[in-house]
């Protein structure tokens, strides 16, 4: 199974993570690295570092099939959620419908949503109870509340089933330390540095502690069950903050202990009530306080993870208030002392000008105009000083020249450096955009070989895949969906032991076109096949699963095998000739291994061509571009040359090559057919699977709309037979 863990390097994902490996399952994880911690997953997984709400998600869900999302990214801190409750509902809301509605795309089977007791607020009726009404005193807590029922609406509307914990104080290894963290965590961290330990209030406030992997056990548990709803997650055991202190110290001693008031907005007491996942899960947490809190300070000191408590003032930023105001009148002074000391020297040079230079590309627009003026400032002052009447010097053209001089140079040169900034900030847009399309790309091909070598693995585990398959497969490599096709036969045929395969492509005007088949000479099926419906064809493509032909009816194929992509039969293979007594249980798995595996190659090669359709086509066309029309080409004639399909090659010899003359060309082929231009710029149309007879048919239909279309005779002759 393929799990998909969001927020999986933090505390609780990575156990999350560690408890799904440990059975086998493929371990996928998306996270921002804010809190979490790429050491914390040392096994093999995969992962996206990137913000749960940012598109670019997508493209991770495309390239994997996921079968269950645990959703444990969020911004977990009440009192950030306070300062900052946009950012706090950005991660904790639109990333959630973020993930909930890729998971509806790309048909997710179960999403878990980690919330919180957070939810419940200040609700002194303990224990609190799944049915007790929500009524949060925090952004955070009223997001969480928000997010169960975005679950219950997905599960409700599109059918993602959803089962939703909320949490208790969770507590254990690998949590962040710092003063935001959970008490447990902030306690452990002071206690390490030999600092003395403050309470807030007389300590008699309770807390409901699990530990971290009794909260994984739980999760995995009900991922493997048919649970579904909102369930608390504790251990239903208060215990108080004094409590907590003396248990700690009973492990490490403790130096000092002090107490301060208490904060606004504490609440006194929290306790859940565990009896419904006790009894819908028959679960129950393992480890006693004191063996939790053993683990954490072993871990810690172990791994010496200690962070400094940071003061709220070392967290902020010191940013000096008018910074380049004041650097503009250091600049400016400076120049204002060198002007005495080259005036006597060198009459020629305005150096008041190369200082509104230097201003306009050192600052912004704004202080090039502060320079400027203060440049004729100075200008003015010495005029003054030179006996001139200072009412005058207002109306002196000269001064008005020289500041309008110094003003268009000044924003010229601004222009020019911010313009020389936007293109370079764009042009490190493309780089990163390009950057991003290659980890893609890369990753598909990473993905191709290792689906590639575990299908091997399988199917060299069956007796009748042994050397054949092994060799066969790497006819399977092609990212291009042509030259694929053309390999799938010869898997088919090497794999399966017969001579009469068909791949046929699914059309949504009920027929099904031939796009390659087996190179026997006497095999020759149905160029196209309507569906009928009740057919075995009909049943296979419906219900998307292997249909046999048990009855032995003439007209239906002997086996019929869908090729699904996210959801819908784009194409089946059919069997024409096997051995009755082949079609044991042995055969069938075989028949399932090499079909999944066409399947999934069929998949990474229609994920790389919708990746690269930009450079593929022509834009606003569905015409090929000379590199990509050349390869398609070669991919027929190569399986002309092996399979005996034939194609025509058509010269279009029509001159307006507008976007709106080849769109109308393009709507006049078959799905398989290819359009596109050659190196010398010439257009050409490849009707696939086609002979000279159905080449004059299409040529009257394109003379019938005014396009002039003319057969290559040399190519036909080869081809088409």
């Known amino acids: 199974m393929n799990v998909l863990i969001t927020g999986g390097y933090g505390f609780i994902g990575s156990f999350v993570a560690e408890r799904f490996y440990k059975e086998n399952h493929k371990i996928f994880i998306i996270d921002n690295l804010t809190t979490g911690r790429k050491e914390n997953v040392n096994f093999r997984h995969k992962s996206l570092i990137i913000d749960i709400e940012d598109e670019q998600c997508e493209k991770f869900f495309k390239a994997h099939s996921i079968d269950v999302v645990i959703h444990c990214a969020a911004q977990t801190h009440v009192k950030r959620s306070i300062d900052e409750p946009v950012t706090d509902s950005s991660t904790n809301i639109l990333g959630l419908i973020n993930m909930l509605n890729l998971s509806k795309v790309h048909g997710v089977k179960k999403f878990v949503f980690c919330s919180s007791a957070a939810v419940y607020g200040d609700n002194q009726n303990l ?89 994984a056990e739980a999760i995995f548990r009900g991922v493997s069950s048919e649970l579904s709803g909102i369930y608390n997650l504790s251990t239903g055991t208060e215990v108080s903050i004094n409590r907590l202190v003396e248990e700690m110290g009973k492990l490490y001693p403790i130096t000092d202990l002090q107490n301060i008031e208490s904060r606004l907005g504490d609440i006194k007491r929290s306790n859940l009530d565990n009896q419904k996942i006790k009894k819908d899960l028959d679960w129950v947490p393992k480890y006693l306080l004191e063996e939790g809190l053993a683990k954490v300070i072993d871990y810690y000191e172990d791994n010496q993870f200690v962070a400094p408590v940071k003061t709220e003032k070392e967290k902020k930023v010191k940013k000096i208030p008018f910074l380049p105001f004041y650097e503009n009148i250091v600049l400016f002074a400076m120049f204002f002392g060198l002007s005495f000391l080259l005036t006597p020297i060198v009459d020629t040079v305005d150096i008041w000008l190369i200082y509104i230079l230097l201003a306009a590309i050192l600052f912004e627009k704004t202080q090039m105009v502060v320079a400027a003026f203060l440049a004729i400032g100075v200008q003015i002052y010495t005029m003054a000083g030179e006996g001139r009447i200072w009412t005058s010097l207002f ?55 290792q689906v590639k070598e575990e299908m091997r693995e399988q199917i060299l585990r069956t007796e009748d895949g042994v050397g ?84 032995l009816e003439a007209q239906e194929p002997l086996f019929i095998s869908p090729i699904v992509q996210k959801g819908s039969t784009v194409a089946v293979i059919t069997c024409h000739d096997v051995q009755f007594n082949r079609l044991t249980l042995s055969y069938r798995n075989l028949v399932d291994v090499v079909s999944r595996l066409i399947t999934s190659s069929v998949g990474r090669a229609y994920e790389y ?55 109308n060309i393009g709507s006049l082929l078959r799905m398989n057919d290819h359009l596109g231009f050659d190196e ?42």
């Open 127 to 215: 224990p609190l109870r799944e049915d007790e009404k929500g009524n949060p005193i925090s952004p955070y807590g009223l997001n969480k509340l928000t997010g169960e029922q975005y679950c219950q609406k997905w599960d409700e509307l599109y059918g993602v089933s959803s089962l939703i914990y909320r949490f208790s104080n969770v507590y254990g290894p690998r949590q962040h330390l710092s003063e935001e963290s959970s008490v447990i965590a902030h306690f452990t961290n002071v206690v390490l540095r030999k600092e003395p330990i403050t309470i807030h209030g007389d300590g008699e406030q309770t807390r409901d502690f699990i530990y971290v992997s009794d909260v």
């Open 609 to 663: 061509v919708n990746e690269i359709n930009s450079e593929r086509f022509i834009e606003g066309t569905n015409v090929l571009r000379p590199y990509y029309f050349q390869r398609i080409l070669e991919n027929k004639q190569k399986a002309f040359q092996e399979l005996q399909i034939p194609f025509v090659q058509l010269e279009v010899l029509t001159i307006d090559h507008s976007a709106e003359n080849l769109q």
């Open 680 to 721: 010398s710029d010439q257009l050409f149309i490849l009707l696939s699977n086609a002979t000279k007879e159905d080449a004059t048919f299409v040529i009257r239909r394109f003379q019938s709309k005014g396009i002039l279309v003319v057969l290559q005779e040399e190519e036909a002759v080869i081809n088409a037979g």
């Open 395 to 449: 109306v002196d053209n000269t001064i008005l020249a020289t500041l309008t001089i110094y003003l268009l140079v000044g924003l010229i040169c601004s222009y020019s450096v911010e313009r020389g900034k936007i293109v370079l900030q764009f042009t490190k847009d493309e780089l990163a955009s390009a950057q991003s399309k290659y980890a893609f790309l890369s990753s598909i091909y990473k993905d191709t070989l």
């Open 468 to 551: 054949k398959i092994y060799e066969s497969v790497k006819q399977l490599d092609n990212l291009e969906p042509e030259a694929l096709f053309t390999g799938a036969i010869s898997v088919l045929e090497r794999s399966l032991k017969s001579s009469r395969f068909a791949i046929y492509l699914v059309q949504s005007s009920g027929y099904l076109r031939l796009a390659v088949k087996s190179v026997e000479s006497t095999f020759q099926p149905d160029a196209s096949i309507k569906m009928i419906p009740g057919s075995l064809l009909d049943r296979a493509i419906r219900e998307q699963k292997i249909y046999y032909n048990t009855a």
